[in-house]
């Protein structure tokens, strides 16, 4: 991951690249409006629906926990609950272990993105393979996902076919149906030979003890078909009451993340094989992962843990378009990431403090947001803790002193008067210490100001 800040990540970023993410966030944004228009007369409503549904899920979370957890027992899942990212990787681990399991295939989950469950795999022997296209480029390059939904939104085909010839999946070729069919090939192999299947879960019903997985190409399926042991990494904030809130939750997802009616795979899934119910895993886990999530609950940001990871508040926003998701140096990028990353990151807040700034506060993002969070209040509320802990604030313009200017006409009617000369000595090559720091990753446009006086007074002789 990068060390600079998003703006100085952006500045240097390789033209291609930057226009891929523009052009794919572009255009899922318009797939998302055409539809929501075309289904819905009042799609905000639903949006607002969907806002206090999942607002009601986390302020109840205790009780529909809890009810989760015993109606997963029912069904014959074993529960774990892991508190922190390291506790979430031994719980798998010792799973695995527990039943001699060396070879996992995985479907695509933030939640193991963020605690890094690939490299805790690696250090204990056990081979992990993506089985999302997207995440399985990623890993064989050693790369890290661009956007929560569309990973690999920075590379076209030609770094693909690259990336399967140096990887031995056959020559050079870059037509897509290819490139498709030669990761199926490979994956059939890894499904068959795998001892367990690694998956998230967009929800889990607390009622039912249902969790419910979508995906695009039908991977979580064959991770759950084949292996005999399957193991779900849930965040504690996916519970929702009951079925019934998912035909809200599921017709805004399918729309907000990639602009379809519905995901082309939804599973509801029940539970390991039983005698009544003889498909499926013969032994299912479900961990529970904390992760900072309860101090986020308990803080004043906590309508972020509404958020159903749709990926529609990266696609719209202006910054994310041109700094990529790289740039926010977290796993979740974008408006999401601005919020969620300092608050996932909880005593090493400082090292993500500058992200809730690389925002306009445009509000586009408030305004797709599935879930109506309220985005920029959030990135507010982060940039006055950020100041409350007196951290560095390298993006913040000096204010005080345009405070001391803007208050004072006179000082003004001078400033406005003698600024023409910052086109003669530009204002960066002054020794202005305190100015320089906001100076060095910026240019300013020529000086245009001081007229408006002039103009008014000419006006008014008239
Ligand atoms: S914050 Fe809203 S728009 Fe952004 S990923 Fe989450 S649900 Fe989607």
Not at 240 to 267: H, K
Not at 316 to 337: F, K, L, N
Not at 377 to 389: P, S, V
Request: hydrophobic share 35%; aromatic share 6%.
């Amino acid at each position: 991951m990068p060390e600079q800040k998003v703006d100085s990540y952006a500045r240097r970023l390789d033209r291609p690249v930057q226009q891929a993410v523009h052009d794919n966030s572009a255009a899922g944004t318009e797939k998302r409006y055409g539809s929501l228009a075309k289904d819905f007369t009042d799609a905000d409503s639903l949006r607002r629906l969907a806002g206090a549904i999942r607002q009601h899920s986390i302020e109840n979370l205790d009780t529909y926990l809890e009810q989760a957890e015993a109606s997963l027992t029912r069904n014959g899942a074993h529960v774990h609950y892991a508190v922190t990212a390291d506790d979430a990787c031994r719980a798998v681990s010792d799973i695995l272990k527990k039943a001699g399991a060396k070879k996992i295939v995985k479907s695509k989950s933030m939640i193991s993105e963020e605690i890094h469950l690939n490299d805790h795999l690696a250090t204990q022997g056990i081979e992990s393979v993506e089985t999302d296209l997207g995440e399985y480029i990623i890993q064989i390059d050693g790369d890290h996902p661009s956007h929560i939904v569309k990973p690999i939104i920075h590379k076209n085909r030609r770094d693909i076919a690259r990336s399967f010839e140096r990887e031995g999946l056959g020559d050079y070729n870059d037509d897509p149906q290819t490139i498709t069919r030669r990761a199926r090939d490979f994956m059939r192999g890894k499904y068959l030979g795998a001892d367990a299947g690694i998956t998230g879960a967009n929800f889990v019903v607390a009622d039912t003890g249902r969790l419910v997985l979508v995906t695009n190409e039908g991977n979580s399926r064959f991770c759950l078909a084949a292996p005999r042991i399957h193991i779900a990494l849930v965040g504690i904030e996916k519970v929702i009451p009951s079925d019934s809130e998912l035909t809200v939750l599921l017709n805004l997802l399918g729309r907000s993340a990639t602009g379809q009616q519905l995901t082309v795979y939804t599973e509801f899934i029940n539970g390991p094989a039983r005698k009544d119910r003889p498909s499926g895993p013969e032994e299912m886990h479900v961990i529970f992962v904390d992760n900072q999530r309860s101090e986020i609950l308990a803080s004043n940001c906590r309508e972020i843990l509404r958020c159903i990871r749709c990926g529609a508040c990266l696609n719209v926003c202006p910054i994310y378009r041109q700094a990529t998701g790289h740039a926010y140096r977290s796993v979740y990028p974008g408006p999401i990431g601005a919020v969620l990353s300092p608050l996932l990151a909880g005593k090493n807040f400082k090292q993500l403090a500058d992200l809730p700034k690389a925002s306009s506060l445009c509000g586009a993002c408030n305004e797709v947001c599935p879930v109506d969070i309220p985005i920029p209040d959030l990135l507010l509320r982060l940039r006055n803790k950020a100041h409350e802990e007196h951290l560095p604030s390298p993006g913040t313009p000096p204010m005080a002193g345009f405070g001391i200017l803007a208050s004072s006409p006179s000082i003004w009617k001078i400033a406005m008067k003698t600024g023409g000369l910052s086109s003669l000595v530009p204002l960066e090559k002054l020794p202005l210490p305190y100015l320089s720091p906001w100076l060095k990753t910026r240019t300013l446009p020529g000086w245009r100001g001081g007229q408006f006086r002039s103009w008014m007074k000419s006006r008014n002789k008239k």
